[in-house]
C-alpha cells in the first residue's frame, strides 16, 4: 500500500492542476491575513487573533476540490485504465489515492499555516494585540490543516464515485453552499453534522461562539465516517464497473 | 497462456462477445481480427480485467487478471483510447507505472530508450503525437519486462518505420519466448507479423489458424490464359461441377472454379489447346478476412 500511496503521490506532484489549487489555497490565506492586518483596527482580542489565524482552514474548501478533480480525473483522461492494469484490487487502488489526497491536503494546508504564521505573528507582534494561548492557537491551526487533508480524502472519494469532473465538482459545491444552509434552516440540530459544521469545528473558524459545534476531534473523526463511507462506496461501485 | 473460455459479454441487450473461446500460447503472436464493434477490444479489455464478463472466463495463466499478484511482470497491455494525463510528461507517467508496480526508476528511461522516445520523455503528452502515444502506450506495457502482451491496435498512428519496428520487436517478444496477443486493423502488417489468426465477427469466433491454414482455406478460383480461351471455357464447362468464364477485362483469360490446377491443364492437353499461363494466386490475408467477415462490418 505504501508503494501504492508513494505513485499516487507523484501522480498529484506531476501535474499543473495540483500546483494550482496548493497556490490558490496558500495565495488565498496569504491574501486575508494580510488584508485583515493591514486594515482592520478592531483586531484586539485572542479570539480576533484565533480566528484569523484559523483562516488557514479555508484551504479545506480547496482541497476539497482538489480532491474530486482527482478522484473523477483518473476517468476523464482515461488514466483509470493505466492505474487499474498495475493495480487491479480496485478497493486497493480507491484506498491509495484516498490518501494520497489527504497526505497532499495535508501538504496543502500545512504550507498555508506556515506562511501565514510567518507573516501573521510578527505583525500581531507589532500591533500589540492580546494573544491567545500556543495551545489554543495549535489546536486551531492543527485542526485546520487536518480539515484540509479530510476534505481532500472525502472529495477524492465523491470523484471516484462519481467520475464525471464537473458533475462531481458542481455536486459538493451545491451541497456546501445551497443544500446545507436550507437543511439547517429546516432542521434543528442538524448544523454540527454538515460538512460546514465539522469543517469549522476542526479548524475553529467560527470559534468559541458557537457552542453548537462539536469538538474538533469528534468532528474529524464524523468527516473521517463520512470519508471512509464514501471511499468504499466508491471502491465497490469502480469494483463492478466496466473500464 | 492467455486463455478466454465460453466468453459472453452483454452490454443491456447488446451481445458484444459471444460465447468466445481461444488460447493465447507462448513463443506465438496470435493476430486478433474482426471489423469494428466485432467484440475485440471487449475481449481483450475482459482479459485484463477491466471488464466484467457476462458469462465464461477470461484468464492469464489460469487465473483472472484481478487476481494477479504482480500483474505487471505478467502482463503488458496497450490499449486503445485516451490514457494519458495530458499535462503530465512521458517521463512522469513512466515513472508513475514504475512506481505503482515497484520497478527500479532505471527502467523508465530503459523503455524510453527501447521505443525512441528518449528525446521527447521530458514534454507533456497533449503535445506527443499519436504515433509518439502509442510508442509510450508501448513502453508502458514493456516496463515490468512482462512474460505476455496484449496490444489493441498498436499500429495506429505509427508511421512505417514504426510499424517496421513494430513487427520486428513482437516477433523477437514472441521468440523469447513470449505470449503476444494483437489485434489490429492493419492486415497486410499482421500477415508479416502473427503466427496465428482470430477472426472474430459479431462477438463469434469465425475462423482460427495459422495464415497458411487460412489462405488456403478458402478456395480461390484458377486463372489460365490462352490464345483459344472460348475453347478452353467450352472443355473445361463440359466438366462436372467446373464454371470457367472469361473476366470482363477478356486478354484471353478464364477464372475457373470447381477444378485443380491438373484438371484445367489436363483438359487444355486432352483437347490440343495452348496455354501460356495457368495458376491459383494465393488469397491475401485481406481477402480471407473479407470474405469471413462479410456483410458485418458495423453490423452491430
Known amino acids: ?243 | 497462456m492467455l486463455e478466454v473460455q465460453d466468453l459472453t459479454k452483454r452490454f443491456g441487450a447488446n451481445v458484444a462477445v459471444d460465447g468466445l473461446s481461444f488460447k493465447a500460447t507462448p513463443g506465438r503472436v496470435l493476430g486478433f481480427l474482426g471489423p469494428n464493434g466485432a467484440g475485440k477490444t471487449t475481449t481483450l479489455r475482459t482479459l485484463l480485467g477491466l471488464t466484467l464478463p457476462t458469462s465464461g472466463s477470461a484468464t492469464v495463466d489460469g487465473r483472472p487478471y484481478r487476481e494477479l499478484e504482480d500483474p505487471v511482470r505478467v502482463v503488458g497491455a496497450v490499449l486503445e483510447g485516451p490514457q494519458f494525463h495530458p499535462g503530465r510528461t512521458g517521463r512522469n507517467h513512466l515513472r508513475v507505472l514504475a512506481a505503482a508496480g515497484g520497478l527500479p526508476a532505471s527502467r523508465v528511461d530503459e523503455m524510453l530508450r527501447l521505443v525512441e522516445l528518449n528525446g521527447a520523455g521530458n514534454r507533456r503528452v497533449k503535445g506527443y503525437s499519436l504515433g509518439m502515444r502509442q510508442r509510450l502506450s508501448l513502453a508502458g506495457a514493456l516496463l515490468g519486462d512482462p512474460r505476455a502482451l496484449v496490444l489493441d491496435e498498436p499500429a495506429n498512428g505509427l508511421d512505417p518505420q514504426g510499424i517496421r519496428w513494430l513487427r520486428e520487436f513482437l516477433r523477437a517478444q514472441a521468440s523469447e519466448g513470449r505470449t503476444v496477443l494483437v489485434s489490429s486493423h492493419v492486415l497486410a502488417e499482421m500477415a508479416q507479423t502473427v503466427d496465428e489468426v482470430l477472426v472474430i465477427s459479431r462477438g463469434r469466433l469465425v475462423a482460427q489458424g495459422t495464415l497458411d491454414e487460412l489462405t488456403h482455406g478458402v478456395e480461390a478460383p484458377i486463372w489460365v490464359r490462352s490464345p483459344e480461351a472460348e475453347r478452353l471455357r467450352a472443355a473445361l464447362a463440359a466438366r462436372e461441377g467446373v464454371d470457367a468464364k472469361p473476366p470482363e477485362t477478356g486478354g484471353g483469360w478464364l477464372e475457373v472454379r470447381g477444378a485443380t490446377l491438373e484438371d484445367v491443364g489436363t483438359t487444355a492437353a486432352e483437347n490440343g489447346i495452348p496455354v501460356f499461363e495457368l495458376y491459383r494466386p494465393r488469397q491475401s490475408l485481406e481477402q480471407v478476412f473479407l470474405e469471413l467477415t462479410a456483410g458485418t462490418e458495423a453490423g452491430r
Request: hydrophobic residues 55%; glycine residues 10%; aromatic residues 4%.
Open chain 1, 1 to 243: 500500500m505504501i508503494r501504492l500511496v508513494g505513485a499516487e503521490l507523484l501522480k498529484l506532484r506531476t501535474t499543473r492542476t495540483f500546483w494550482a489549487l496548493a497556490g490558490s489555497a496558500v495565495g488565498l490565506v496569504l491574501v486575508i491575513v494580510v488584508l485583515t492586518l493591514a486594515i482592520d483596527d478592531q483586531l484586539n482580542t485572542q479570539r480576533d487573533v484565533r480566528d484569523l489565524l484559523s483562516v488557514a482552514g479555508l484551504s479545506g474548501l480547496l482541497t476539497l476540490v482538489l480532491g474530486v478533480v482527482v478522484g473523477a480525473g483518473e476517468y476523464r483522461h482515461g488514466t483509470i485504465a493505466s492505474t487499474l492494469l498495475v493495480t487491479p484490487n480496485r478497493l486497493r487502488a480507491v484506498a491509495a489515492q484516498v490518501i494520497a489526497c489527504f497526505l497532499g491536503g495535508l501538504a496543502i494546508a500545512s504550507a498555508a499555516v506556515a506562511l501565514e504564521l510567518i507573516i501573521g505573528l510578527p505583525w500581531l507582534s507589532s500591533k500589540d494585540v492580546l494573544m491567545p494561548s500556543a495551545g489554543d492557537l495549535a489546536g486551531d491551526l492543527l485542526g485546520g490543516i487536518l480539515y484540509a487533508g479530510l476534505a481532500a480524502a472525502l472529495g477524492t472519494a465523491l470523484g471516484a464515485l462519481l467520475r464525471n469532473q464537473v458533475a462531481a465538482v458542481v455536486s459538493i459545491l451545491v451541497l456546501i453552499f445551497v443544500l446545507e444552509p436550507t437543511l439547517n434552516a429546516l432542521v434543528g440540530g442538524v448544523a454540527p453534522f454538515t460538512l460546514t459544521g465539522l469543517g469549522a469545528a476542526m479548524s475553529g473558524a467560527s470559534g468559541d461562539d458557537n457552542s453548537d459545534l462539536l469538538s474538533p476531534g469528534v468532528a474529524a473523526l464524523i468527516w473521517a465516517c463520512y470519508a471512509s463511507l464514501l471511499a468504499v462506496f466508491a471502491a465497490i461501485r469502480t469494483a463492478h464497473r466496466d473500464i
